[in-house]
């Protein structure tokens, strides 16, 4: 299965990461225990192996990374 987006962002109301993978009008929410301070690469690297557990095909997703400071 392909998603259409995956969007990491930063919730403060849980102080975690949040993940959301976009299929059509679905949207899959899971979070992510990294450090608010986590770098770029780190935040791919989760988002996508998030992507993998949920069943999906990493191929061609582009990742966008928002409220990321660092």
Known sequence: MQADSLEVSWF???S???V???????VIRR???LPQDASEKDLRAA?????KDEGF???GVTISIQGHAA
């Open 57 to 59: 095909e990493p191929d």
């Open 12 to 14: 403060p109301g849980k």
């Open 20 to 26: 959301r993978i976009a299929v059509g009008e679905e």
């Open 47 to 51: 988002a996508l192996k998030t992507l």
């Open 31 to 33: 979070y992510c225990d």
């Open 16 to 18: 975690k990461w949040l």
